[in-house]
């Protein structure tokens, strides 16, 4: 087996010291989120900084042969979106550096580290807490973020309620870091039906969804009536495929378990 490691130069560590880590995932037993694809979890380097090691799945056997010869990985993705956000003015974890495990014909696995920023919220709660405080406050800043993020001509195609931290920086100002970058597109220029479509995976509510239209079509200069119809009809079109490729995935599990 072969490792592949490449750092952010900008931070004070070494290969050999992120190869220990790695070395040592297994038996690190702070978990920031374990999923059945990918987990995360969090230890301190030799420097005191806290870092996050996400670890995604080993691909399928066809993947393992894509990733060897064709595609980037999901961590020298997510390391390099990370960088031109960072470059561009937009804050996310300070990427620190991505490791790649293979053979000499196929793809194993890959991690990404960065530092661990401690927020205090996500998007998610805003969903999810309907009285959350300052809710409207947070969703027009948010809205501003991503509105700027959109004139940079950065689509974000994870912009769903678990991938944006918000820290609260004053009485009333929020920062927004963007994390889970491996999926992102960068444009000269997005059109009103793209922006609209990248709000889509947000919320379900059409009274959040309304608050950002409103902030939007400001930004803008568009009439607020066609922005909140633009943007809740793309928010109900992924709603609808969301809902029905979870009754498929539960048919699909009654089917094996018969």
Not at 54 to 72: G, H, L
Not at 207 to 236: F, G
């Amino acid at each position: 087996m072969m490792s592949k490691i490449v750092l952010n130069n900008s931070f004070q560590t070494t290969k050999q010291e992120i190869e220990s880590v790695i070395n040592e995932y297994d038996s690190i037993n702070q978990y920031i989120a374990k999923g059945t694809r990918n987990s995360i979890k969090k230890t301190k380097l030799k420097s005191g900084k806290i870092v996050t090691i996400k670890s995604f799945k080993t691909p399928n056997i066809v993947n393992k042969f894509v990733y060897k010869f064709f595609r980037q990985s999901k961590a020298e993705r997510s390391f390099e979106y990370a960088n031109k956000l960072v470059n561009l003015g937009f804050l996310t974890p300070l990427p620190i550096a991505y490791i790649e495990e293979t053979t000499t014909i196929q793809f194993l696995k890959s991690y990404y580290i960065c530092e661990l920023v401690e927020a205090d919220l996500t998007y998610r709660e805003l969903v999810e807490i309907p009285d959350y405080p300052n809710k409207i406050e947070i969703l027009k800043q948010f809205t501003q973020f991503t509105y700027q993020l959109h004139e940079a001509g950065i689509e974000f195609l994870d912009h769903s309620p678990g991938n944006t931290l918000i820290k609260k920086v004053g009485e009333n100002r929020y920062d927004f870091y963007l994390v889970d970058l491996n999926r992102m597109n960068f444009h000269s220029n997005m059109d009103f039906e793209l922006r609209m479509k990248n709000f889509s995976r947000l919320t379900p509510y059409h009274d959040m969804v309304e608050i950002m239209a409103k902030e939007y079509a400001k930004l803008i200069n568009e009439d607020e009536s066609k922005v909140i119809q633009a943007m809740w009809n793309k928010t109900e079109e992924f709603q609808t495929k969301f809902h029905a490729k979870q009754a498929r995935k539960k048919k699909l599990k009654k089917f094996i378990g018969k």
